[in-house]
T-cell receptor, first 113, second 116 residues
């Protein structure tokens, strides 16, 4: 139990489906992040939210749409994905101060068929 | 842009022995933070150890220690008395001293297997 919870743990979706990934942190942090982890690639930072405001969009395709309604919750809305979007999606949170590490959830294993 | 390189895709070690995982990074910044994260088969990324660039003393956390060479931009992880539970992917990560402009950059990882 790390304080960052992601649901669902596994998701299989067709290319025409719409689904959402959910992340919730119970650590009182003020920043949340989405990372994509593909095989044989470094973790890719997708989005950063500081105090509910998006401060980073790392050239992510528009078929990924983040939403941060409050500092404890983060969503990633998915639509018309491609098979190459299959990956492990990790959510993380941190406190925006110096010398702070990110705390990660267990991830959602997404398969696009 | 910062880059993090882990040149060892896979490593193995016998239980109770010592192993060192390599990491190099590239940055033009003077103050930053370095981390080693562990990702076991359960997929949970767990922080193992961290190092502040302004500190000369190498960080130590029980069986885990680092060899931080700032001039060489090297940040290796040493695991002593390896245990079966140490089997995992290990990621080296760099964080800029950017305050609210947070960036945490990861290497590709090293898969460590501890053999009985």
């Amino acid at each position: 139990e790390t304080g960052v919870t992601q649901t669902p743990r596994h998701l299989v979706m067709g290319m025409t489906n719409k689904k959402s990934l959910k992340c919730e942190q119970h650590l009182g942090h003020n920043a949340m992040y989405w990372y994509k982890q593909s095989a044989k690639k470094p973790l890719e930072l997708m989005f950063v939210y500081n105090f509910k405001e998006q401060t980073e969009n790392n050239s992510v395709p528009s078929r990924f749409s983040p939403e941060c309604p409050n500092s404890s919750h983060l969503f990633l809305h998915l639509h018309t994905l491609q098979p190459e979007d299959s990956a492990l999606y990790l959510c993380a949170s941190s406190q925006i101060t110096l010398n702070t590490e990110a705390f990660f959830g267990q991830g959602t294993r997404l398969t696009v068929v | 842009a910062q880059t993090v390189t882990q040149s060892q895709p896979e490593m193995s070690v016998q239980e109770a022995e010592t192993v060192t995982l390599s990491c190099t990074y590239d940055t033009s910044e003077n103050n930053y933070y370095l981390f080693w994260y562990k990702q076991p088969p359960s997929r949970q990324m767990i922080l193992v150890i961290r190092q502040e660039a302004y500190k000369q003393q190498n960080a130590t956390e029980n069986r885990f220690s680092v060899n931080f060479q700032k001039a060489a931009k090297s940040f290796s992880l040493k695991i002593s008395d390896s245990q079966l539970g140490d089997t995992a992917m290990y990621f080296c990560a760099f964080m800029n001293d950017g305050g609210s402009n947070y960036k945490l950059t990861f290497g590709k990882g090293t898969l460590l297997t501890v053999n009985p």
